[in-house]
Each structure stands twice: as C-alpha cells, then as structure tokens.
C-alpha cells in the first residue's frame, strides 16, 4: 500500500516538448500491457528547475523479464546489454531512423551492499522506490500526462533550495559511497547560501568519508569536476578538505591552500575556470600533483593542463612595460606550430589562475601572428652566405619578436641587408 502522495499538474508547455515520438512510443507499449512507467530522478528535478534534461530515466512496476518479454520481437526497439541488467536496469534504443536511448529500472525495495557485492530487491510500490533514492528532490516522477508524484516533500525542498538525504543519512552514504561528492554537487547546484550545510550532514560524511576509498578514481574525478564547475566551488571544497576528504580523494593532507583556492575562485568565477586551474592551487610540488592524477584517473587533457599551471604558474609572467602579455605572446610564438592552438588556451587558464583576470580578454583576441620570412625568402633576395639559412632566421626572428611582432617580410630584409647580418 503506497503512502500519501503529493501530486502536481504541470502545464503542456513544461514538459511536452521533451515527449519525443520514441519517448511516447516506450510509454504506449508499457500502458498497453498495463505497466506504469514514469520519468524519475534527475529528469524531472531538472524540468522544475526549468531546465532541459540531460538524460531522461525511467522507472515502472514491470520486472526485468516482464520489460523483456514486452520488447520482445519489436523492431522498433534494441536492447543494449549492460552489466545493469542484473540490478533491474534495461538500456532501450527506441526509433528507426531517429533513435534516442533510454533507461528503464524496476522500481526498487532495498539495496545492500557488501563490500563489491550489491543484493537488490524489486518492489512495485513507487513509494517505496522513492525512499530508496537518495535525495528527497531525485525522488520525484512524473508520468506521460505532466503529474508528478512526490512522496518525500521533494517539491517544498526544492522550493526551498535545500539538499535533504530520504531517512538516515548514514545508511544512504553506505549504501553508495559517491553520494558524498554528489551531496556537494547538488548544493553547489541548488543552495543560495554556500555556508547553509546541514550539521547532521557534515557529521554523517566525515563518518562515512573513509568508504569514499573504494570508489573508482574515474568516479571520483567526475564528480569533482562538476563541483569546480557549479557555483560556490571554492567554499565547497573548502568545505570538502575541512571533512578530512582530501587524502582520501588524493588531495594533499595540508588545508594551508584551500583558502587560496577559494580566493582564486572569487577572482576567476565569472570566467569560468576549468576545473583543473583551480585544483591546482593545492599541489605544492610535482609529487602531489601525480598522486591525484593516479587516484582520479585523470584524463590526458586535464592532466596535461594541470602539467603546464605547474610548469609555468611561477616563471612566466606579465612584463612590466607597454605590453603586459609579451612574455605570454613570446612564450606562444615560440612554441611549436602543432601546439600553439592549445597552449594559447592553457595561456588562458594560467591567466585566471595568476590571477590577471583583466588580460584574459586580450589575449583570448590575439591571433598568434606566424614569423613572415622562410629561407625561400632569402634565396630570392639573393642572399649567398657562408652562414646558414637558420642562423639568419634565428637573429631575424629576434629582431621580429623585438617589434612585438609587427615587422614585415619587406622591413626584415632590409634590416638583415642595413644591420650587415647578412655579410657576417
């Protein structure tokens, strides 16, 4: 017998627009069989926050081999395999010419874990598969004629910009250890005040922060990387350090830097540094740095960023003269031509991470200018020298590098000829 539920009309407009044929074709074949089927979790938090879903996951009272038998034999649906099958998962490619993909899960009673192993127990009370969700605003549904079910006051919390685990926080951490990290994540999303944490909660995760150890480092890195990116980053992974996580997220033990994360945050925010700019900020030295990149998996984008910010964080600098980002433009120019695309935008994220917010645009404008003579150039000029072709392009390209790069091809020749470099 399913407790009292809460239920909300929504209007057409809302919603309708995310109904796809292949979307609405799923729902009729569950209907026709007299299953319920209804989007849940993030997809319908994300369509009260007027927000258009990323992914759109559904939920129904069929069981795995019911969904099977009904799939069975349609044309106009493929199943994927997936390890997920076994915890009441089925991933459907739905269309012929247009297919869109989506994922069914057998509402759930109980999940309990021990160590690797997950037992899971199947219920066809929605209310029930509410409770097992970890937050009250991921326990909404919706079904095909915009009502959502809320059994958990899921509505007034998100109303109320307020992150609240269903029953005892504890058991909910335990249950799946990454729960921690999406904690901090969906306060950064929805909480308008950065310190409003809940006692209760902070106490529950550094209790259960050491199971954060068994979950995988691509998890972890994830996770991390849309806490950087959402808002109050800073005061979050304050907050994070402040719980004794870091270590066990391969951060640095210390908590000297974390201030100078937030404040690099507050100075960069509004451009929007990528995640790795920020994380830097706590690496003291080479080996820190390989130590999380080993515990997160990191990718070789990121980690390649995080390299360069460790590199070049102190020994490259503005000048002090009429071109502030000299030393940066030099640095690009003489970069190799395969590498100059990305390294102007890891110049970018050094900016923001020194701190030079008011050069970012300047140089995100500047087009890196390409040295306007080869040694064709000379050989039709002429030039008949004992000294190599290269020895003359390296002292031209000083003096072009000297004209911050405003010398033209018809200006170095005739320096080379009047300065006598070409008759040494």
Request: aromatic share 12%; with cysteine.
């Amino acid at each position: 017998m399913s407790s009292f539920v809460r239920c909300y009309q929504l209007n057409s407009s809302d919603y309708q627009h995310l109904f796809s044929s292949q979307l609405i074709y799923l729902f009729s074949l569950f209907n026709e069989y007299d299953y319920t089927v209804r989007l849940v979790g993030g997809a319908v938090r994300d369509i009260l926050l007027d927000v258009t879903p990323h992914d759109i996951d559904l939920a129904t009272n069929a069981t795995t081999n019911e969904m099977l038998k009904l799939i069975q034999g349609d044309s106009n649906i493929e199943l994927v395999y997936t390890r997920a099958e076994h915890f009441g998962t089925l991933t459907l490619i739905v269309g012929t010419t247009v297919r869109k993909t989506f994922q069914v899960t057998t509402l759930k009673r109980s999940i309990t874990r021990h160590g690797k192993d997950v037992a899971v127990e199947f219920t066809d009370d929605w209310s029930i598969d509410a409770k097992q969700r970890d937050l009250s605003i991921n326990s909404l549904s919706m079904d095909e004629h915009g009502i959502v079910y809320d059994y958990l006051n899921g509505m007034d919390d998100l109303k109320m910009n307020r992150i609240r685990f269903n029953g005892n926080i504890s058991k909910r951490l335990q249950e799946n250890p990454i729960r921690i990290l999406r904690y901090f994540r969906f306060f950064g999303r929805l909480s308008t005040d950065p310190h409003a944490h809940d006692p209760d909660v902070l106490e529950a995760i550094q209790q259960c922060g050491i199971t954060l150890q068994d979950v995988p480092g691509e998890k972890i890195w994830i996770e991390l990387k849309l806490i950087l990116r959402g808002r109050f980053a800073g005061h979050i992974m304050r907050t994070i350090l402040e719980q004794r996580l870091g270590p066990i997220l391969g951060l640095p033990e210390s908590l000297v830097e974390m201030f100078e994360l937030e404040n690099r945050w507050l100075r960069s925010m509004n451009y929007q540094p990528e995640p790795m700019t920020l994380l830097v900020t706590l690496f003291n030295d080479q080996e820190e740095f390989d130590t999380f990149c080993k515990r997160a998996k990191c990718s070789s984008r990121h980690k390649n960023l995080g390299q360069f910010l460790l590199d070049y964080r102190y020994s490259l600098q503005p000048m002090r003269d009429h071109d502030l980002l000299y030393s940066y433009k030099e640095f690009l120019i003489n970069s190799h031509q395969n590498q100059q695309d990305i390294r102007h935008q890891y110049v970018i994220e050094l900016l923001k991470y020194q701190g030079y917010i008011y050069l970012i645009d300047e140089i995100k404008q500047w087009s890196i200018p390409t040295f306007p003579i080869d040694a064709w150039d000379l050989q039709q000029n002429g030039l008949m020298s004992s000294r190599s072709f290269s020895y003359f392009l390296r002292h031209l390209k000083e003096q072009w590098k000297s004209s911050h790069f405003q010398m033209t091809k018809e200006e170095l020749i005739q320096y080379g000829f009047q300065s006598g470099l070409f008759y040494t």
